[in-house]
């Protein structure tokens, strides 16, 4: 009997764990350990924050998970030795022949004085909310979207969140009376996809009159005067203040030695191994470089793939049989644009010298095909 450790039951967890469960034999155990008793599907908290899906409707309890194989462990993971394989969590201590460290990136809006006193982190369930609470109350003013700090998940998701608020203030009435901009870190939008979905993003941008300030660097909120202080410019003011916050990879993946403090674990791009044999690291807490000199994005349709990849190595290992599954960098996303539209993006980010990503013509089908993803997410496993 073999058991396999799962530490962190997201995107790459879950689909890690699932895959698992149908490769294993039925004596062996999967075993998943989240600080949270709910699985949050992310994508949807842009339709919290714009009123089109509550909170309640974007997560599901882990244990409701349809298949009874995939133990879940409500406790935060506070220590990993990757050399042994053992997981520490809820006073109690787990070991494995195979251990995937899949805990995702934590948020830390404390980095940049007075942001997380702001209650407009949509990163967050909560947060989101926030955001819908005071997108209806707005009748005129200012809204400003922050992207502070690279990198971030969902290299779409602030510029979708800008386009879904602009089409909401459209819809109420409002927008002549609301300006909408979007003030980021990053110097165009999405850019590792390259050139062309960059000028995309940046034309749906100027069709719907949202100002962008690429590549400035926020130094401070002054929460008090509701004003955004950006190196070498005078405060910006805001009515609403939607950002997304800093990311860093999680403490106990530093202490535990498998990242440093100011970087991303390090696997082989195509196992998806660790230096240690047997620990494997999935999603956003990885960091894999490309060779264009920027990493992969942190991205579900990754994190996913990955966790399926890793899955199929394992249970090829515990079986005796020579891994040949590997991730090959390909992946997807969607785009809301607001009004039951949406772009669609596809591409080999592998592929040399820069990834080869092909933007669609956007249209309603997309955003239709967006809709059924969140549904096919649900009823996969719950
Ligand atoms: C608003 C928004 C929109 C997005 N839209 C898209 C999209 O359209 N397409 C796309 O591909 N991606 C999208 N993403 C990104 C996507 O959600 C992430 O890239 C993906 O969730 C990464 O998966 P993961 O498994 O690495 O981490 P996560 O899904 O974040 O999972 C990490 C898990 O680890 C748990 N955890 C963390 N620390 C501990 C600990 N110490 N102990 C126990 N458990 C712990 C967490 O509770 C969490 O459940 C979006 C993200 C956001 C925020």
Redesign the pocket.
């Given at each position: 009997m073999h058991t396999v450790l799962v530490?962190?039951?997201?995107?790459?967890?879950l689909a890690c764990a699932h895959r698992l469960s149908r490769r294993l034999a039925g004596c062996d155990r999967v075993v998943v350990?989240?600080?949270?008793p709910m699985?949050?599907f992310?994508?949807s908290?842009?339709w919290v924050m714009t009123g089109t899906r509550r909170s309640s409707a974007v997560t599901r309890p882990f244990k409701d998970l349809r298949d009874a194989r995939v133990e879940v462990v409500q406790?935060?993971?506070?220590a990993i030795d990757p050399k042994s394989k053992i997981i520490h969590?809820g006073g109690q201590t787990w070991a494995g022949e195979a251990l995937v460290v899949?805990?995702?990136?934590?948020l830390d809006p404390d980095r940049i004085p007075g942001l997380g006193a702001e209650p407009g982190n949509?990163?967050t369930a909560g947060g989101?909310a926030a955001v819908w609470r005071e997108l209806q109350a707005l009748e005129h003013g200012r809204v400003v979207v922050a992207v502070p700090t690279t990198p971030f998940?969902?290299p779409?998701?602030p510029y979708e969140?800008a386009m879904l608020i602009d089409a909401y203030l459209r819809k109420r009435g409002r927008r002549a009376r609301v300006s909408v901009e979007l003030w980021a870190a990053e110097p165009a939008p999405m850019a590792v996809a390259g050139p062309g979905v960059s000028a995309s993003v940046k034309e749906a941008l100027a069709r719907r009159d949202i100002a962008y300030y690429p590549g400035e660097r926020l130094e401070r909120v002054a929460g008090d005067r509701r004003q955004l202080e950006f190196a070498g410019h005078r405060p910006v003011s805001y009515d609403l203040l939607a950002y997304v916050p800093p990311h860093r990879v999680?403490e106990?993946v530093v202490s535990a030695g498998l990242a440093p403090v100011d970087g991303w674990v390090s696997v082989d791009r195509h196992t998806l191994e660790t230096p240690h044999p047997g620990v494997y690291a999935?999603?956003?807490?990885v960091g894999i470089p490309l060779a264009m000199g920027k990493p992969l994005p942190?991205?579900?349709?990754?994190?996913f793939a990955e966790?399926e990849v890793v899955a199929d190595r394992i249970a090829d290992q515990l079986a005796g049989r020579l891994p040949a599954a590997h991730f090959d960098g390909r992946?997807e996303?969607?785009i809301e644009m607001g009004r039951g539209q949406a772009g669609f993006a596809r591409g080999d980010f592998f592929a040399e010298p820069a990834p080869a990503v092909r933007a669609y013509t956007s249209g309603r089908h997309w955003h239709a095909a967006?809709l059924a993803f969140e549904r096919r997410w649900w009823s996969q496993w719950w």
């Open positions: 530490a962190g039951g997201g995107v790459g967890g350990f989240d600080q949270m699985h949050t992310w994508p908290l842009l406790a935060p993971v506070t969590a899949a805990l995702g990136a934590a949509f990163y989101a998940k969902c779409a998701a969140g999680p106990v999935i999603g956003d807490v942190k991205a579900g349709v990754f994190a966790g992946g996303c969607f967006k």
